[in-house]
């Protein structure tokens, strides 16, 4: 078996879950059977609806939580009628508005509040119980009660104290004391005093063997139980993102980024480490070299794969561009949107579709309504792109740091130019300055005026003077490396090799 442990998942995912999925669908094809071990919390979504929205399947899916239960990864199922069965004869008002329903008792404040999957269904996903208008308890659902949280008045909020988790005929599995940031879990047999502890008996109770192989996709909080529990199964690390700090290097010193730190301080305890690309892979190898005299063993398997290019059946949109990742600060899309109104003015039909969804949406839309570009410039949402990209011209990305870039391969592999800064790693592993795309140097010594300025010059240099076909033509090219069949040929040599 091959577990991959991440921290946690969400509706608007880094480019590490979707790492994961890809991963998933690799070792499917292979006939390598695979677990993806979630270790955060996750109170407010399901776990299953948000891992399904990725492509996991609920049988390749460990949630720390439930592991140690009989509790099974699934859908919410658990409705209305089933809640209003535990309620019994006492008398109630019942009211509904969308997601959002109220079941209101005799006496002093006392209700539920229901929060339920969808706005026409009945479906229940979790119930906050107020009495004396106190919150006290919090119950979760799937098919059946998954764990209930406690919670008792102090400084005039609520304050969570205990957590229990159930197995499905209702008996507790086991508990959680918690005061603020201090945690213990009680089981039937023993105690344990943090959330590593319980990590570590999680992977203690795989029972591995040599057969087994562990891939760490996140280390924070999590690394070091692993390793002290993996007992013989070979354990990889996944790079995801720049290894280390530019301006904390010099010759006689390295700043290891603070996710890695830990796993390369322990390398004598990792068996492999694994990067997107070879460029990383052979800075890597150096460094290790350099500041530490190691020479551990680092693959190179790309993070995603194409299972075929994309060639459009129709005409591309003329003058369209697209980008795609989330809507968070250092994906710098408020820049694109900025070159994308200044080089309009130069080509009256150019237009942007920027899909993805997060924190920064809401200032991303206000910056398209305060230039007046919502007519050429449009937030698109959390779309499945597989189909898209070939409708497009182009693609534009803002992103300083990219450890490999799922969307970029998704983009050339349906034989889009590319547009992006010269950095490491994924814009340089994907684009060939002026074949099919341009570089942008210049690094962190740019302001963004000077940026947005270089991003409107290439796009405006890439419509009116570059032959768009040689372009499309080089992307497909470069993208057929990333095929299906040759990555899974990689990672079937290195799960083999490590047992």
Known sequence: MIYNFNLGIGWASSGVEYAQAYRANI????GQPAKFVFTDMFSRDNIQHMTENMGFRDEEVVWLYTFFTDVRIAPVTYTLKQLEETIGDRPYTFSRQGTTAKYIFPGNNNFYTVYMTDVSGDRVHRVEMVSDNCLIRKDYYTYCRIYSEYYAPLDNSAHLYQRRFFNEDGSVAYEEITDNDVVMYQFPDKLLCSKEELVGYMVSRLNLTRQDVVLIDRTTGIGQAI??????ARVGVMIHADHFSEGGTDENNILWNNYYEYSFSQYRHIDFYVTATETQNQLLRE????????????VTIPVGSLDELKVPAKA???????????????KHVDWL????????????????????????????????????????????GQQKLDELYQEYEAYLSGSTSEGFGLSLMEAIGSGLPIIGFDVRYGNQNFVDEGENGYLIPGGDKMDKKERVRELTE???????????????????????SYLTGEVEKRWAETINQSR
């Open 316 to 330: 591309r949109r003329k003058q369209s561009l697209i980008t795609a990742s989330r809507l968070a600060t250092e």
């Open 27 to 30: 070792f499917r094809r292979i």
């Open 287 to 298: 460094q290790f070299r350099q500041y530490m005299g190691a020479e551990p063993e680092v």
């Open 227 to 232: 390793l002290q529990n993996a007992g013989p």
């Open 337 to 380: 949107i900025d070159a994308v109104a200044e080089a309009r003015k130069q080509i009256p039909d150019l237009s942007l579709d920027i899909y993805g969804k997060g924190g920064e949406e809401s200032k991303l839309q206000a910056q398209i309504s305060q230039k007046g570009c919502g007519k050429y410039i449009r937030l698109c």
């Open 458 to 480: 290439r796009i405006v240099r890439l419509f009116k003077e570059a032959d768009l076909e040689r372009f499309h033509q080089h992307a497909y090219q470069k993208a057929k």
